[in-house]
T-cell receptor, first 112, second 112 residues
Framework: GQQVMQIPQYQHVQEGEDFTTYCNSS?????IQWYKQRPGGHPVFLIQ?????EVKKQKRLTFQFGEAKKNSSLHITATQTTDVGTYFC????????????FGKGTHLIIQP | DSGVTQTPKHLITATGQRVTLRCSPR?????VYWYQQSLDQGLQFLIQ???????AKGNILERFSAQQFPDLHSELNLSSLELGDSALYFC???????????FGQGTRLTVV
């Protein structure tokens, strides 16, 4: 079935540096969602993208969906310690009648 | 707080045993999803129920089963447990027609 690959698996940054995680698929996706999971916590929905080339911003977070709808990225500007966690991309493969397929996630570690 | 409640938070049991995990979705949400999170497999979709009926199946083992009751709460039954079943089990719910999933705090299952 469809899968998404996320890179990098781990990212260490100094507080204040930028961070980007990438999500890639070999097939066209109808949608992409991003979730954040804090250490010891549960996944929390961040955003959904559905249009080719779509860009959405939430404060310091910028989400992009590629023109071919095969890749997506999440960029965080000027990271803060509160950004620590694992960022997952995920997609619904069809009709809402199934669950999310998740990438393996990118673990963001921030050094003060 | 996502509004999704899972019990118990932690569960330790022996191989070969059977356990039941419980989930109460957000008020008004008809869809309930079960996910398993482990270090090697990541977050995997197990099964979805919608208004009491099974809607979709993911990577759910035959030893596992679920149901959704008239009050919309759901139970995930895991039987003949093996060491490899040790994982975090998340329940999520979503509104009818909605795509955002709201995750519960999870049940950490340890099989010894």
């Amino acid at each position: 079935g469809q899968q998404v690959m996320q890179i990098p698996q781990y990212q260490h940054v100094q507080e204040g540096e930028d961070f980007t995680t990438y999500c890639n698929s070999s097939t066209t996706l109808s949608n992409i969602q991003w979730y954040k999971q804090r250490p010891g916590g549960h996944p929390v929905f961040l955003i959904q993208l559905v249009k080719s080339g779509e860009v959405k911003k939430q404060k310091r977070l910028t989400f992009q969906f590629g023109e071919a709808k095969k890749n997506s990225s999440l960029h965080i500007t000027a990271t803060q310690t509160t950004d620590v966690g694992t960022y997952f991309c995920a997609f619904l493969s069809g009709g809402g009648a199934d669950g999310l397929t998740f990438g393996k996630g990118t673990h963001l570690i921030i050094q003060p | 707080d996502s509004g999704v409640t899972q019990t118990p938070k932690h569960l330790i049991t022996a191989t070969g045993q059977r356990v039941t995990l419980r989930c109460s979705p957000r008020s008004g949400d008809l869809s309930v999803y079960w996910y398993q999170q482990s270090l090697d497999q990541g977050l995997q979709f197990l099964i979805q129920y919608y208004n009491g009926e099974e809607r979709a199946k993911g990577n759910i083992l035959e030893r596992f089963s679920a149901q959704q009751f008239p009050d919309l709460h759901s139970e995930l039954n895991l039987s003949s447990l093996e060491l490899g079943d040790s994982a975090l089990y998340f329940c999520a719910s979503s509104a009818a027609g909605g795509t955002e999933a709201f995750f519960g705090q999870g049940t950490r299952l340890t099989v010894v």
